[in-house]
Nanobody, 122 residues
Framework: VQLQASGGGLVQAGGSLRLSCAAS????????MGWFRQAPGKEREFVAR????????TYADSVKGRFTISRDNAKNTVYLQMNSLKPEDTAVYYC????????????????WGQGTLVTVSS
């Protein structure tokens, strides 16, 4: 499975961005998808995950109520809608896939995208 993340950029605090992650080369519909981020000088952290059919989602407390993860299995794409962005959301955002799991809740993902940079100015 290859993952291609896009949609990052520079936005002012309070603004919105939508990240996309296009998957190819595998069975996307039977895959748990996740978003992670890594800020400069910090460890990578979990942001959100979504089950194979979109019926279950989980968010980090830091983004709950502001970010929404969704997926379109017909397009092999997962999205991260980010609203009310804060400077502390600045990071490289990565999508990840755990194959053959309807809803994986661990941290060991099989495949990772290359990352897309989100910069939130104050």
């Amino acid at each position: 499975v290859q993952l291609q993340a896009s949609g990052g950029g520079l936005v002012q605090a309070g603004g919105s961005l939508r990240l996309s992650c296009a998957a190819s080369g595998g069975t996307f519909s039977r895959t748990t998808m996740g978003w992670f981020r890594q800020a400069p000088g910090k460890e990578r952290e979990f942001v959100a995950r979504i089950s194979w059919n979109g019926g279950s989602t989980t968010y980090a407390d830091s983004v709950k109520g502001r970010f929404t993860i969704s997926r379109d299995n017909a397009k092999n794409t997962v999205y991260l809608q980010m609203n009310s962005l804060k400077p502390e959301d600045t990071a490289v955002y990565y999508c990840a896939a755990r194959v053959n799991y309807a809803y994986y809740t661990g941290s060991l993902y099989d495949y990772w995208g290359q990352g897309t940079l989100v910069t939130v100015s104050s």
